[in-house]
């Protein structure tokens, strides 16, 4: 039985930070690209980041880069979002998501598994 849960989740002042991990079991981890969306109250779901199954190569969506960075322990089924000098619009549901091969996307619809999600909540 495929599991996502994620952790890390809060209230944060604008400016500072939260790490979120996201635990994955039931599948091979390595073998898949692991993909972090959000979803604000009132918005459509979206793309944050993606790192492949290796872990060699990252992207992000455009409004992150250079504050968020996501990683992965294969050792460890984990992945992470490290979320750096935050923003009150930066406030929304976090998912991550195992994406259905190895590079992954910016589709969510290319991703099959999905965690419950964990509420990041930054404060102006």
């Known amino acids: 039985q495929v599991q996502l849960v994620e952790s890390g989740g809060g209230l944060v002042q604008a400016g500072g930070s939260l790490r979120l991990s996201c635990a994955a079991s039931?599948?091979?981890?390595?073998?898949?690209?692991m993909g972090w969306f959000r979803q604000a109250p009132g918005k459509d779901r979206e793309f944050v980041a993606r790192?492949?199954?290796?872990?060699?190569?990252?992207y992000y969506v455009d409004f992150v880069k250079g504050r968020f960075t996501i990683s992965r322990d294969n050792a460890k089924n984990t992945v992470f979002l490290q979320m750096n000098s935050l923003k009150p619009e930066d406030t929304a549901v976090y998912y991550c998501?195992?994406?259905?091969?190895?590079?992954?996307?910016?589709?969510?619809?290319?991703?099959?598994?999905w965690g419950q999600g964990t509420q990041v909540t930054v404060s102006s």
């Open positions: 039931g599948f091979t981890f390595g073998a898949k690209a």
């Open positions: 998501a195992a994406a259905r091969g190895f590079y992954g996307s910016s589709d969510s619809s290319l991703y099959d598994y």
């Open positions: 790192i492949i199954g290796g872990g060699g190569s990252t």
